[in-house]
């Protein structure tokens, strides 16, 4: 089987491709596959070092708002569609899966064209234009929450690497402790907020790491890369610039201050690791909706960015973190809406639309 997935742009898009190319080599390993992705996405380093093979197209993002890049987005839209369907011809594409955002729009228009099936995946509780698109021209459509409102779609999570679904966070923890430097009796509070971090999150740490660490709690913060020299270690604090062993600091890790992306709520409620979660106040308000099924369910706990402070911490975070019993509560409240095998159930939905082909029963 040959198959193309579009997935570029940002991790919540290439780490669900990733894990569906994981899933289907292992269950069809002679199977060829190729991600799309543009020359300035993240893809052009995390696809290669999983050795896959990348397809470059031009990015058509979308404005958002009235300007002069609206008036030339219909030549570039056609410009990236026919690349596309050079890319799907030349590969002998039998089915084509698109993850949404700007690379899977001209994806979707030129499966359209050649007559290709198609599998759209919706990772966020609010699809984005493309795959509204896309879900148009398939009955094969895979979501994450069952209310995310597009036709026939069916609720089996996102798909995520094996590290994640795998992991036991109990059996796993001295290992991360270990890995990170951290002592092995202390409370743990895991701060990361994207590669490049967040100023808020990074903030209100600064705020409150004197008083989280007196009370007996370390604290791992994932800074970002540009913000990694301004920071200094010290007792109970360890600053990084960037975690690429995301399994091990789960299993380090009491606790989590974090944004609310996709990948991330659905990373953490497979591993049943309770969270505070500060939505990105941008966008659709889709951070928002990620996140609220887990906090309805107790798994966690969601303030507003402009409402998270230093005091916040202390007054909401501290008295969770030493509390183990309440801990271990929001622990099994975030389990219970985990998905650890939507990459299997999706990698089924891929094989069921190449072998009927043409991909679709859309309008």
Known sequence: MRVVLAGGGTAGHIEPALATADALRRVEPEAEITLLGTERG????LVPERGYDLALIPPVPLPRRVTPELLRLPARVRGAVRRTADVLRERRADVLVGFGGYVALPAYLAARRLGLATVVHEANARPGLA?????????????????????????????????ITSLDRASTRAEGRTF???????????????SQGARRLNLAVDEAGEALTAAGVQILHAVG????????????????????????????????????????????????????YVPLPHGNGEQRLNAEPTVEAGGGLMIRDTELNGSWLVQHALPLLTDPDRLAEMSTAAAR???????????????QAASEGGGGHGE
């Open 131 to 163: 795959n509204r698109l896309g879900a148009r021209f398939t009955s094969y459509v895979a979501a994450t929450s069952s209310t995310v409102g597009l036709r026939n779609s069916q609720e089996i999570g996102i798909p995520l690497r094996r590290a």
């Open 337 to 351: 809406l985990g998905h650890r095998d939507a990459d299997e159930r999706l990698v089924e939905m891929v094989r």
């Open 180 to 194: 990170f430097g951290l002592p092995q009796d202390a409370p743990t509070l895991l701060v990361f907020g994207g």
């Open 42 to 45: 993240l893809e052009n380093r």
């Open 225 to 276: 890369s540009a913000n990694i020299d301004a920071v200094t270690p010290r007792p109970g604090y360890t600053p990084v610039a960037y975690i690429d062993r995301m399994d091990l600091a789960y299993a380090a890790a009491d606790l989590v201050l974090c944004r609310a992306g996709a990948l991330t709520c659905a990373e953490l409620a497979a591993v049943g690791l309770p969270a505070v």
